[in-house]
């Protein structure tokens, strides 16, 4: 959630989005509040990443290359300028994220499933943001990271961005479909990696000497993180990943450690067979939370705003596989202490999960005919 003094104009814009709401309102109960669910746009192919504009417009991905602005109006024609992409099985065009110091340098971050001649890779690109009165277009697009090993696999992209309070970027990726990529210490994929906004390695990434890993590793092990967020209440990286039949895992990725998969896992194969050596093994880190079984998690959020108090500091995890927000519960030091499953089916697979300026919720549904959804209290 952004704090600059443009925040208590961007509370008011945002809100003004969900005036005219597509649809009615459904009222909903949950952790003690009643709130009021209301579509705000629909028709997107498959949208996939959403990000807060310091004035209160939204940046929205649809997967199919379409990257378009939430405004008063309405939603945008396709900005100009984006990137080709690999628009099969799971890749395409996937999150956004506008930059910290955007209102000074209309700088956007996207990631997307890159095409090469032996398939696909995740790969991270920067761009200007140009609006005038007629369109939007980005210009001066630079690729800033890419997957060296592309692959002809539809499956696990990972593919969300994280800033750190230093500005550097937390980008993660999948393993590719290939559980023995996650492993290899000299392969970007089944990882989060650590950038800086030029693409460069900051120069206390755990491996930034190293000759015998890449050197913008931040940490391994991971089958397919697709929440990620930095978070303030215990003041580091939170990550939400799927497992395979079970074990879906939150985890608090730190500099150089290894989070097991697919050597150690809380799930099974999706033929029921043993993965690895069991659920824990030596030298490397168990999650601080799983499903089991899955729920197919997607986007990740921590809640802060003033919107609902009673939910300060708590994750909030879309579920593709059953369409539900699931809320943990966490004390002041970010121990998990329960979770609350809500809107279980109400809208369909919801993909991604932002909060606003003004506390309210914000959602994206993951469908042919996708929908942005605004979460509000009425109580």
Do not use: C
């Not at 459904?26 to 498959?46: N, P």
């Not at 290359?65 to 300028?81: F, N, T, W, Y």
């Not at 397919?224 to 608090?252: C, F, M, R, S, W």
Request: proline share 5%.
């Amino acid at each position: 959630m952004r704090t600059s003094a443009h925040s208590i104009f961007a509370a008011a814009f945002i809100a003004s989005l969900a005036a005219s709401p597509t649809s009615a309102q459904e009222i909903f109960k949950a952790g003690g509040v009643s709130f009021a669910a209301e579509i705000v746009a629909q028709g997107l192919d498959h949208p996939w990443g959403m990000d807060f504009l310091p004035g209160g417009e939204i940046l929205v991905t649809e997967r199919s290359g379409a990257l378009r602005i939430l405004s008063q109006v309405g939603l945008s024609d396709p900005v100009e300028g984006v990137p080709e992409v690999w628009a099969q099985g799971q890749g395409g065009l996937l999150d956004v994220k506008a930059a910290p110091d955007f209102e000074q340098t209309g700088t956007v971050f996207m990631t997307f499933a890159e095409p090469g001649s032996t398939g696909a890779g995740t790969a991270l690109a920067r761009a200007k943001l140009v609006r005038s009165e007629v369109n939007a277009k980005l210009e001066n697009v630079e690729v800033i990271f890419t997957m060296d090993k592309k692959s002809g696999r539809g499956q696990h992209f990972g593919s969300r961005i994280a800033f750190g309070p230093d500005g550097t970027i937390f980008l993660t990726t999948g393993d590719r479909g290939d559980g023995r990529r996650a492993q290899d210490m000299m392969d970007s994929a089944g990882a989060v990696l650590r950038i800086n906004q030029d693409g460069s390695v900051p120069a206390d990434n755990p491996y930034a000497a190293s000759d015998d890993a890449l050197h913008l590793i931040w940490s391994k092990g991971h089958r397919n993180i697709q929440g990620a967020t930095y978070d303030p209440v215990t003041d580091g990286l939170v990550t939400v990943e799927h497992g395979a039949k079970g074990g879906d895992e939150i985890n608090l990725p730190k500099p150089g450690k290894n989070y097991g998969w697919p050597v150690i896992s809380y799930g099974v194969n999706y033929n029921g067979s043993k993965i690895g050596s069991g659920t824990s093994a030596e030298g490397l880190e168990q999650p601080i939370f799983y499903w089991d079984p899955s729920i197919a998690p997607s986007g990740l959020a921590v809640y802060r705003g003033d919107m609902f108090p009673e939910w300060q500091g708590d994750l909030l995890v879309g579920s593709l596989k059953f369409g539900l927000l699931s809320r943990l519960d966490r004390d002041e030091s970010g121990n998990i202490l329960d979770e609350e499953r809500m809107l279980k089916g109400a809208f369909g697979r919801i993909r991604d999960v932002d909060v606003a300026p003004d506390g309210a919720i914000w959602l994206l549904t993951d469908e042919s005919d996708g929908a942005i959804i605004r979460l509000s209290r009425t109580d």
